[in-house]
């Protein structure tokens, strides 16, 4: 099978390659011109470590001196705790401002690592093998890394891109399907908010990628991550575009918040809150109806929720959504769509329009 090789264009310093294919984790080429000296540190988690660890191990131990460290696993640890406990083994294994993190796992360690990255000694490099479909297509590209803070969810972090992503689809016949299913989310985003043709294609071919077959995957993978790039490439620091990638998550952080972190899968109120958002876009008058049936249907397909929760209430909604990082100076900015494959980011969306969006998508 072939590899994948896309490009996240930032200039001539700090440009990096994603590959994508099967059997990444077999290949040494993908991953040691990457590395700059002769010491890595493969940062990963409980549950990642006996199932994938060995094989990197592999790749690296006869040419590099390689420590490790497991992390406990869940989004609760994504935190200071954690950020000093990577501090405490780079410091007691040595490791020098020429050290590379590898971060190995879903989006909590690859933020977790890559904020570590970006700090430690005042930066070092790290590389990216994402191993969730959530952080294959989104948290691994664009060099968001961070920490939560217990009054807020990465509300601690920096910019900080990899030197190298490197995305073995055969990692994902692991993955439990509700999570595989929460990183489809992510993927039909792209769509919505970018990529018309690529909307469509996935609307053909939802079914078998919930089977994981490694070309179609591939397939899906690298066009989410072209689009990721596209948008990064224009606005690293999100002044601007890089918001749109944010569609149906203002919605979703507040159904998040209020069901407890965990309940609902990050994917799976972004998905509900994407089909509030283009019912938003409907009653705007920008797309048409058919639209909110046509993603029901891909979203079900995908084993998506459609409906906002019923037990929050419209209040509870709306003081959670004006919590969003986007709001400023007290108006709610919303991503909506213009059209299929065109998003905006808005303050023009009424509050009587918004109240009718989460009556209906309930
Ligand atoms: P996660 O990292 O918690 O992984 C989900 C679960 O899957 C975990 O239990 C993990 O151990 C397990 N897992 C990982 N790979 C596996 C595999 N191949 N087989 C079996 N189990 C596996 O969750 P996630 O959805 O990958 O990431 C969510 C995090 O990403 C959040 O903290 C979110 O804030 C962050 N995020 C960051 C960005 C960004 O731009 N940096 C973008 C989106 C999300
Ligand atoms: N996940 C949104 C971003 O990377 O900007």
Not at 2 to 24: A, C, E, W
Not at 128 to 149: A, E, F, M, R, Y
Not at 153 to 165: D, L, S, Y
Not at 172 to 199: C, M, Q, W
Request: proline share 3%.
């Amino acid at each position: 099978m072939t590899i994948q090789q896309l490009k996240v264009d930032l200039g001539d310093q700090r440009s990096y390659p994603i590959f994508i294919g099967s059997g990444l984790l077999n290949k040494a080429e993908c991953l040691t011109p990457y590395i700059r000296g002769r010491q890595v540190c493969i940062v990963t988690n409980e549950t990642v470590a006996p199932l994938y660890l060995q094989k990197l191990e592999n790749l690296l131990s006869e040419d590099y001196q390689v420590s490790t460290l497991i992390l406990s696993d869940g989004e609760k640890y994504k935190n200071a705790d954690t950020m000093m406990q990577i501090y405490d083994h780079l410091l007691e294994k040595k490791h020098n401002r020429t050290t590379t993190l590898i971060a190995l796992g879903g989006g909590v360690v690859g933020d977790t690592t890559g904020f570590a990255a970006a700090t430690y000694q005042r930066g070092v490099n790290f590389i990216q093998v994402p191993t969730t479909l959530l952080s294959q297509v989104d948290s691994s590209v664009g060099g968001k890394t961070g920490i939560n803070h217990p009054q807020g969810k990465n509300m601690i972090g920096a910019f900080h891109q990899p030197q190298a992503v490197i995305i073995d689809t055969d990692v994902l016949k692991t993955l439990p399907a509700r999570e595989l299913s929460a990183g489809l989310a992510e993927v039909i985003k792209y769509g919505l908010i970018n990529d018309a043709e690529f909307y469509e294609w996935l609307e053909k071919n939802i079914t078998i990628l919930l089977s994981v077959d490694p070309v179609i995957m591939t397939e899906a993978i690298a066009r989410s991550c072209q689009n990721k790039a596209d948008v990064v490439n224009q606005d690293e620091k999100e002044s601007g575009i890089r918001a749109i990638l944010n569609l149906g998550h203002t919605f979703g952080h507040a159904i998040e918040a209020a069901q407890g972190y965990g309940q609902w899968l990050h994917g799976e109120a972004v998905a509900a809150g994407m089909l509030a958002a283009v019912d938003l876009s409907v009653r705007m008058g920008w797309v048409n109806k058919i639209e909110v049936d046509r993603l029901s249907v891909l979203l079900s397909n995908a084993n998506l929720p459609v409906k906002l929760p019923p037990n929050m209430s419209t209040d509870q909604f709306l003081s959670l959504m004006i919590m969003d990082k986007k709001v400023t100076d007290g108006k709610l900015r919303l991503v909506l769509l213009e059209s299929i494959g065109k998003a905006v980011v808005t303050e023009e969306a009424s509050k009587e329009n918004v109240v009718a969006t989460i009556r209906a998508c309930r």
